[in-house]
Nanobody
Framework: HVQLVESGGGSVQAGGSLRVSCALS????????MGWFRQAPGKEREGIAE????????TYTNSVKGRFTISKDNAKNTLYLQMNSLKPEDTAMYYC???????????????????????WGQGTQVTVS
């Protein structure tokens, strides 16, 4: 049974940096497409970054390109999102998601829809002021 647990959220000033993590248990990250999503109060969930099944390709939504970096450490079964130059509009609950590589969707120009991911974490709050 795959479980995802996010950590590392918190409060930071605009222009600062934060790294959130997502630990996967019950399997290994090497066999999954993994992504980060966020949802701000009153807004729809937004896919912001995705890593393909073998970890060789990434895609980002335009609003975070050049500021956020998605990566994973298969030895630690952990997905990361490094967030730099944070802005108040980055304030949201951040969720990680995973889907087995053999069934995942990955596009070079956009993050796959949240419905394409079968496993989700509980979220970690990021607040930028």
């Amino acid at each position: 049974h795959v479980q995802l647990v996010e950590s590392g959220g918190g409060s930071v000033q605009a222009g600062g940096s934060l790294r959130v993590s997502c630990a996967l248990s019950g399997d290994t990250t090497s066999g999954y497409c993994m992504g980060w999503f966020r949802q701000a109060p009153g807004k729809e969930r937004e896919g912001i970054a995705e890593l393909d099944g073998d970890g060789s390709s990434t895609t980002y939504t335009n609003s975070v390109k050049g500021r956020f970096t998605i990566s994973k450490d298969n030895a630690k079964n952990t997905l990361y999102l490094q967030m730099n130059s944070l802005k108040p509009e980055d304030t949201a609950m951040y969720y990680c998601a995973a889907e087995p590589a053999e069934t995942c969707s990955f596009y070079s120009n956009d993050v796959a829809d949240g419905g394409d991911f079968g496993h989700w974490g509980q979220g970690t709050q990021v607040t930028v002021s």
